[in-house]
């Protein structure tokens, strides 16, 4: 059973795996769209997310979830990448939700990674947020130095979509993914701190003992700009969703 409790402005759940996280964050979302339908999700890639995503396929193959209503905005994306390349995450998205559910796929937006005009393709995906109405429920999750997204720690608090540059840090833990370390690229699109601070609800997902310290520094110690993630604290309705081993330092 998982265990609820409260820290500082946050709600926290405490499973028991990560089998036990993806059943308990993909709730959240299916819950969020069953009240209302045409929700706009934020959506996010990397390992952690994989088995929430599991999930909601399960959901939607027995008719407990209907997408077609939804749209969903990816926050980043690798420069140089394109859709189709295995390692994109317009490719990640693709593979691991959306081909498997009713979702509309000329709703779901990922940064386009090739753009030859970063200022204008990033000042259209905010414009395009807001026009939608804003993120209703936005997924996250947490690198282990503390960055969300792919916002670095020395990102501000009032960062938009922008281009950024991956630390080496990022870089060698993404490296696993590829087929070596000179194959991740150097830089990557995301959405800000100020745009993700922006989503009326924030879920993030983080399984396994290699994320401890970033979520104890991000839920325990006052927001800095070295870890990103903890200006979450300054958001009103925010859920960390742990398995023991994320949240062994709390
Ligand atoms: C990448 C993504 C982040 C993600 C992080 C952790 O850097 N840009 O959004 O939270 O990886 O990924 P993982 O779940 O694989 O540990």
């Not at 959901?59 to 969903?72: I, R």
């Amino acid at each position: 059973m998982a265990e609820r409790k409260r820290v500082g402005n946050i709600d926290v759940i405490i499973c028991e795996d990560e089998i036990e996280a993806a059943k308990e964050s993909a709730n959240i979302f299916a819950e969020a769209i069953r009240q209302k339908p045409n929700l706009v999700l934020g959506l996010a890639t990397g390992g952690t997310p994989v088995s929430m995503y599991k999930e909601l396929i399960k959901m939607n193959k027995e008719g407990e979830l209907d997408f077609f209503h939804a749209s969903t905005f990816n926050l980043d994306e690798y420069v140089g990448l394109s859709p189709e390349h295995d390692q994109s995450y317009r490719y990640f998205m693709n593979t691991n939700l959306f081909d498997h559910v009713n979702i509309d796929k000329s709703k779901t937006y990922v940064l386009d990674g090739l753009t030859k005009d970063i200022d204008r393709t990033c000042r259209e995906y905010e414009d395009f947020i807001k026009k939608q109405g804003g993120i209703d429920v936005q997924l996250l999750g947490i690198g282990a130095n503390g960055h969300i997204a792919f916002n670095e720690p020395g990102s501000s608090k009032d960062s938009r979509t922008r281009e950024v540059v991956l630390t080496e840090k990022t870089i060698k833990d993404n490296s696993r993914f590829f087929e070596d370390e000179s194959q991740v690229p150097r830089k990557a699109l995301t959405m800000g701190i100020a745009t993700i601070m922006e989503a009326r609800k924030i879920v993030l997902l983080a399984t396994g003992s290699n994320k401890k310290d970033a979520v104890k520094k991000a839920l325990q110690e006052a927001s800095s700009l070295e870890v990103p993630a903890s200006f979450l604290k300054e958001h009103d309705d925010c859920i960390f969703v742990l398995d023991k081993d994320a949240a062994g330092g709390l």
